[in-house]
Nanobody
């Protein structure tokens, strides 16, 4: 299994940018599809973006299309989420996950999860 740890969250003004990172331990990182989820207070956890093993396929939920970019560096065992044009409604705890690949959302489901990193967007 792979262990995950997120970093890079923080407080940013609306319209600003932030990049969160997720470092993975273990030698099997490249065998997983990776995803970013988020959970806002009082809301269910939702998928934000996902990326295939090679990085050739990606998925974005509609609300972040054109603003967020997911990428991965298999040599560094790291997945990134670049967030631009941030909105107050993007405020949430962001989690990365590793899991099996497949389906229209690229990631079938998260098996391993990080502890999350808080992203707060002020208006």
């Amino acid at each position: 299994q792979v262990q995950l740890g997120e970093s890079g969250g923080g407080l940013v003004q609306a319209g600003g940018s932030l990049r969160v990172s997720c470092a993975a331990s273990g030698r099997t990182f490249s065998s997983y599809c990776m995803g970013w989820f988020r959970q806002a207070p009082g809301k269910e956890r939702e998928i934000v973006a996902a990326i295939s093993r090679s990085g050739g396929s990606t998925y974005y939920t509609d609300s972040v299309k054109g603003r967020f970019t997911i990428s991965r560096d298999n040599a560094k065992n790291t997945v990134y989420l670049q967030m631009d044009s941030l909105k107050p409604e993007d405020t949430a705890v962001y989690y990365c996950t590793a899991g099996a690949c497949g389906g229209p959302k690229v990631l079938l489901g998260g098996v391993n999860w990080g502890q999350g990193t808080q992203v707060t967007v002020s208006s």
